[in-house]
């Protein structure tokens, strides 16, 4: 479940694709595990409250670790198909320069997602840039973040 690509995110559907919607996680590769289960109870709630049936995940860190696999175990506790788990790359993302790889991505799965999942605590680095620019399209009523504490 878990391919370890650089700059590729990892789809985990749920359930129907055309029932819910699409949720993103930004967060700090040096992530303490401490959060994993609130981690867990959030993905669990957006599953069943916000009807969220496509989760996408990256590979950098320990956050995106956590969230890979607490959307596997939300996926099995809540007894849920999954009819595709995968990996994602835009077009064009193989002819971006690897300093600026991540950021673009990060920005282009924001802006195609209908929820942000985030554990950013520094206010410099990728996270925060990332969560400034959620947080700006939530202000134009396009996505939903929520914050992990």
């Not at 788990?85 to 064009?92: K, L, R, W």
């Not at 673009?104 to 209908?114: F, G, K, Q, T, V």
């Not at 942000?116 to 620019?133: C, F, W």
Request: hydrophobic share 45%.
């Amino acid at each position: 479940m878990v391919i370890l690509l650089q700059n590729i995110i990892l789809i985990m559907r749920i359930g129907v694709m055309v029932l819910g919607g699409k949720c993103f996680f930004i967060g700090h590769r040096d992530a303490p595990f401490e959060i994993y289960d609130v981690l867990c109870d959030v993905i669990e709630q957006h599953i069943s409250e916000f009807g969220v049936t496509e989760f996408y995940v990256g590979n950098h860190g320990s956050f995106d670790f956590m969230a890979g696999k607490a959307v596997g175990v939300c996926k099995k506790k809540l007894e849920l198909p999954a009819y595709f788990d995968g990996s994602y790359f835009p077009e064009g993302q193989e002819m971006v320069p690897y300093r600026v790889a991540i950021p673009r991505l990060n920005r282009y799965m924001i802006a195609h997602s209908d929820f942000v999942i985030t554990y950013v605590k520094n206010i410099t680095g990728g996270a925060y840039v990332s969560l400034e620019y959620a947080e700006k399209l939530q202000k134009q009523g396009k996505l939903h973040v929520w914050k992990l504490i």
